[in-house]
């Protein structure tokens, strides 16, 4: 039997941040997961977290497992199919390091992802982005922040943790002409910014508090703005803005939204997926198709591009079917 403690540690502190480069995010995510696991495990066997054996671990207890996150804790299909994926991902790791578990590593592997539907993804349209980026009192110091953040995180298409990760070495000059970011996969790319943008962040880094971190945004502590903190941020500037945009009020507006909406933009503006995909730092541009779904706009321009073939019109006669002879109808 295999002691699941000092293996596990050794994944989640040396292995994912070391050789892996996985993001803080990312760790703490598969963090979460295994703390999951561990507690239901012990619940369901009866053993302590520290005395459970990479054994214990069999296929069907680790779908068991899964199908509990959806039962009991109402994960979503997603949320169910990432913690299968960090599982599977610590089975890899024990593949070479544990010759005793291949078999059981393997039965793991073998675990299908659940299929989920693929829903159309939620949207702004130009005149609620701009309601959000006005809401903001800009006659404070958290106000320019605001601000700044929501600019920025829009006009780039950030993700969330792309957002609050910024640090002031992001940027290519004083006169923040680029910015570089380091997103998921570690892929980095590198994005012009508008004008607005730039007046918006030198504002901002004008106020910005002297504190002893690089960090661009910060909370009312000085310290890093977490990323619970901008959604509750986001939150209360879309209630602000719903008084001038009231179609905001029907919608939930989330971080990924502003994502989703800076997609669109560029999509309209160009007509080509290839530049959201460069854009947003797609690993591959079939994750930006989703893009083409959520508007009829896109489908109504591929079909005038693609003129329908020309089929001539005729009597296909002498056709026997033996099945509508046996219907009398052929």
């Not at 979460?32 to 009866?46: P, T």
Request: aromatic share 6%; net charge positive.
């Amino acid at each position: 039997m295999t002691d699941l403690a000092p293996h596990l540690t050794t994944f989640l502190r040396e292995y994912l941040p070391n050789e892996r480069r996985f993001s803080h995010h990312t760790i703490e995510g598969y963090t979460d997961c295994f703390r999951l696991l561990v507690l239901h495990a012990e619940s369901e066997i009866g053993i302590r977290p520290s005395s459970l054996k990479v054994e214990h671990f069999t296929a069907p207890r680790l779908v068991a497992f899964l199908d509990s996150l959806e039962k009991d804790r109402n994960n979503s299909v997603g949320t169910r199919n990432n913690r299968l994926a960090a599982i599977k991902c610590f089975f890899r790791y024990l593949e070479y390091r544990v010759p005793t578990c291949l078999d059981l590593a393997l039965q793991v592997r073998a675990i299908p992802q659940k299929r989920a539907d693929r829903p159309i993804i939620d949207w702004l349209d130009e005149t609620e982005v701009q309601a959000i980026l006005d809401a903001p009192d800009t006659g404070t110091a958290a106000g320019l922040r605001d601000r700044a953040m929501l600019h920025l995180c829009y006009a780039a298409g950030l993700r969330v943790s792309e957002l609050t990760g910024l640090t002031l070495d992001n940027f290519s000059n004083p006169q923040l002409e680029r910015i570089r970011i380091l997103g998921k996969g570690r892929r980095e790319r590198e994005l012009p910014l508008w004008k607005e943008t730039k007046a918006v962040l030198r504002a901002w880094l004008d106020a910005r508090p002297a504190v002893n971190n690089g960090y661009v945004f910060l909370n009312a502590r000085g310290r890093p703005m977490s990323t619970d903190g901008f959604s509750y941020v986001l939150k209360q500037h879309v209630a602000t803005a719903a008084q001038l945009a009231p179609s905001l009020g029907a919608k939930r507006v989330t971080p990924h939204v502003l994502r989703h909406s800076c997609a669109m933009a560029i999509l309209h503006a160009t007509r080509d997926i290839r530049k959201v995909s460069l854009w947003l730092g797609h690993a591959d541009v079939k994750t930006t198709e989703m893009y083409l779904r959520a508007t009829p706009n896109e489908k109504l321009k591929i079909l005038e591009v693609n003129a329908p073939p020309s089929i001539r019109p005729g009597v296909f006669s002498g056709v026997r079917d033996e099945l509508m002879e046996v219907l009398g109808g052929g």
